[in-house]
C-alpha cells in the first residue's frame, strides 16, 4: 500500500478489468435503494400488490439495522422462493409488451434483488393453503443457510398469512452509501413520511410503523377509514378541518379540451384533497400518486402551488394530496433509476385542467380567510359579571357556537387603563386576574355534557368542551426532532399508565399545587405544579412551528413589562448592570429574535416592542398573565439564544413555566382591598382550568420522565387498606 502511494502510477492506459458482478449489482441497488426509506417504499408497493389489509413495520436505528414489514396478503409459495431475490425475477410480467400495461406497483422485479445485495434479508411467508410458514435467507441475490452448517433451503417454521419481509444491516457492505446517510432520527423521519403518505393513498389498509423496543406506534391507521379520515389523523385537525376535495377527469367539459387525443386512450382521472385558505405553512406538504405509486415530480408541484398566488400570504404554502390514474403505457417512469421521477404524455395539458379545477373550487370556497385564536383584554378590567371566554372564533363549521354566558364586548372596557396598569405588581392587585377565563357552574355542567369521545375515560374525568387532538406538528429540523426523541427515552411505563388511567379527586392544596388523582385502587397526591409544567413543555414542543396564539389587546410594550419585572427583581442593578441596562439588553435581545419568535412560536412582537400574541398550548387553559413580565425578563438570561437546540430547548422550558397554574403569591384572600367577589371568581376559574383542562391533557399528552416519580407523585394510600382502617373503626 504505502508502495503504491508513493510510486507515481505507471504511464499509458490502464488494463479494462470487468468488476465482479456482485460489485456490479451492488452498485446498482445503492442507485435504486439509496436510503432505507426508499427500500421501505418497494416493501410496502410490494405488500399492497399482494392484496394486504394490514401491513405493520418496525424500524430500528433509522432502518440502517432493522427494517421489518409484516403484512398479511397473499404470501409466497414456496416454489417461488428459490429465485425471489434473483433480479428479474417477478409475478408481474412475463412478456414485453406487459411491461408498458403493468399497473400494479413493481414491475422490473428488482426490488428484493437489489435489497439482498446490500443487506442481510430473510423472508417468512405463507400462503393460505400452505400448512406451514416458509423461512429463507438471501445474500446477493440467492438462497443461503440462516446459520453456518445448515442447507439454504428455506425452512418450515410457525407464522400466519402473509409475508414478514426482515432487511438487517442495510448497506453494511457499502460503506460510501452508509456514510451518505444521515442520522438515524433523519432516516426515521423519511421512513414515517413514506409510511404516513402511502396510509394516505390507501386508507382501507391499516399501517403501523415503530421503532424497535418501543410500545407506542409512530404511526397508526385504522383498516377501513376514509381518505378525509387519514388525512387528519395523520396530518392534523388543523389541516383535516379546511380541507377541499375536486375530482377531475378527461371526460370533463372544459373550454377547449386539447388533451383527448381519439387515436389512443388518453383518459385519466385525478382526485385531489387540498387545503383552503385558511391554512399555511412554510413548505408545501405534497402528496403526488400516479398510477397508486408515489412519486415526485417538481414541474407538478410548482404549477399546483402556483393558484394558491394571491390566496394564502406570500411565501407560505398549502397541503395537498393528488391521486392520479393514466393509461400506464403513457408513463415513463424510467427517467430516473428509483423511479421516483415520473413525466408522462400530455403531461402540460393535463396539469393545467387539474389546476383549472382546484384554483375554482379553492376560489369559491375561501371567500375571507379564518384565523383561530384566543384573545385576552389585557386593555381593563372586565366587569365581574363577565363571564364566559373571550374566545374570538370565526366560522369553524364544526364547533358549536357558546350558546351560554355573555361575552364582554372589547367597547365595554373602560378606556382610561393603560396596559402597564394591568400587570399585577403587588399581592393586592388582583385586575389581571379577573380578566381571565371564567366559567360558571351552568357551564361545568354543560362542559361535562359536551363529552365526545366517551369510553375512553371515566366518566368522572368531565370534559371542558368538546376536545380537538392536539397533533404533533410536521418538523423536519433535527434540533426538535432530537428533543422530541428525549422526552419519550425517559417515559416511565407505570406511571403513564396511571396518569393516563386516572380519575382526578380534587384539589388539595392550591398555592402548593398538589391534588389527589386515584388510579385503580390507589390514591395519589400529585404535584400538578410539576406535572404541568413537564405538560406545557412537551405540548410546546408537540406544536413547535404551529402554534395557536393568544392575541393581546392591544397589545402591552415589553418594555414595560420587562421593566415591571426588572424592578421588582431583588439585587437587579448591583452587579455591573443598572436596572434600565439590564432592561434595555433583554428588550434587544427579544426585538431581534422576533423573527424567529414569531416563525416557531406564534410570539408576535412589533417593530416597535408590542407584544401582539403569545403562544397557545392548551386550549381552555389561560396561562396566568401576572407572570408575563417575569417570563420576559427570563427569556433575556436563562434562554441560551447562541445554539438551536438549547435555544429551542430553555425557550420552551420558560414558556412552560410560565404556563404552570401556580398562584404568583401565596394567596392573601382575607386581603380587604381586593374584590372578594372577583377574587372567588378568579379562583374558581383557576381550579377549574386545573380539572378540566390540566387533568385531561396530563392524561392524554403527558409522556412522563422517571425524575417526576422521585418527589411529584407519591402514592398515599390504597383503598383495600383504607377500608380496613374504616372497618375497624
Ligand atoms: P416486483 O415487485 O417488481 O415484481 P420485487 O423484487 O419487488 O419485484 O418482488 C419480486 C416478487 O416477489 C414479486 O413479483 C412478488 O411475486 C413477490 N413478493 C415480494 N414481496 C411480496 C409480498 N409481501 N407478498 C407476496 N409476494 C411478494
Ligand atoms: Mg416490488
Redesign the pocket.
Known sequence: MADRDSSPPPPGPQPIRRLQESVINRIAAGEIIHRPSFALK??I???L??G?TSIKITVKDGGMKLLQ?Q?N????RKS?LPI??ERF?????STFSDLSKLT????????????SYVSNLT?V?KTKSDNCAWKACYSDGRLVPARDGSTADPKACAGND??T?TVENLFYNTPTRLSALRGSSEEYARILDVVQKYAIHNPNVSFVCKKAGYATPDVSTPAGSDTKQAIRLIYGQTIGKDLLHAKVSSEDESGEDTVMDDEEDGSWSAEAYFTSANYQSKKMVFLLFINHRLVESLRIKKALEAIYVGVLPKGMSPFMYLSLELDPERVDVNVHPTKREVRFLDEEAIIQKISDKLQNVLVSRSQSRVFEYQTLLTGGIASSQAKGKQKEREVDSEEQPEESGPSTPSTSIPKKALPQHKVRTSTKDRTLDSMFPKVNSSQIVKGADATEDEGERPETVRRPSRSTEIKESECFLTSVRTLREAVHKVKHHQLTDILQNHIFVGIVDRPRCLSLIQHAKDLYLVNHGALSEELFYQLGLRQFGNFNRIRLEPPPPIRTLVTLAVDAEEGAGRGKLTKPQIVDKIVDILISRREMLKEYFAMTISADGLLQSIPLLLKDYTPNLDKLPMFLMRLGPQVDWTSEMECFETFLRELAFFYVPEPLLPDESDDETTDAAIANADEEAARWQIQHAIFPAIAKYLVPPKSLLDRDVVQVASLPDLYRVFERC
Open positions: 418497494e416493501l408497493e410490494n405488500s400488490d399482494a394486504s414489514i403484512d396478503g397473499c404470501g409466497i417461488d425471489l431475490a425475477t417477478t409475478s408481474k410480467i400494479t406497483y413493481g414491475f422490473r422485479g428488482e426490488a428484493l434483488a437489489s435489497i423472508v411467508t402473509g409475508t419481509i
